[in-house]
Nanobody, 118 residues
Framework: QVQLIESGGGLVQPGGSLRLACAAS????????MGWFRQAPGKEREFVAAISWSGGSTYYADSVKGRFTISRDNAKNTVYLQMNSLKPEDTAVYYCATVNLPTTPRDWGQGTQVTVSS
């Protein structure tokens, strides 16, 4: 069992940036691929980004490619999502997850709210 705790969400203006973090504990973090998903009100949860255990492979949804960057620090058992050039349509609850690459989630965190609004 792995426990995932997200942080870093908040309110930001369009065009702004946020960095989400997901701290993992439990099952060995460095051996697992990780991902971020999001769910907007009234919509299904969708894939955002994923990263392999080594960090050598990354995957992105077309809607965030070029704006978001996923990374990880295995020494800190943490995965990050740097979000730049945020748009109102990025507003959602963002969830961290362990994944079977590239996009199949397994374990979920509790989520963190990101709101992009002026």
């Amino acid at each position: 069992q792995v426990q995932l705790i997200e942080s870093g969400g908040g309110l930001v203006q369009p065009g702004g940036s946020l960095r989400l973090a997901c701290a993992a504990s439990g099952r060995t973090f460095s051996s697992g691929s990780m991902g971020w998903f999001r769910q907007a009100p009234g919509k299904e949860r969708e894939f955002v980004a994923a990263i392999s255990w080594s960090g050598g492979s990354t995957y992105y949804a077309d809607s965030v490619k070029g704006r978001f960057t996923i990374s990880r620090d295995n020494a800190k058992n943490t995965v990050y999502l740097q979000m730049n050039s945020l748009k109102p349509e990025d507003t959602a609850v963002y969830y961290c997850a362990t994944v079977n690459l590239p996009t199949t989630p397994r374990d979920w965190g509790q989520g963190t709210q990101v709101t992009v609004s002026s």
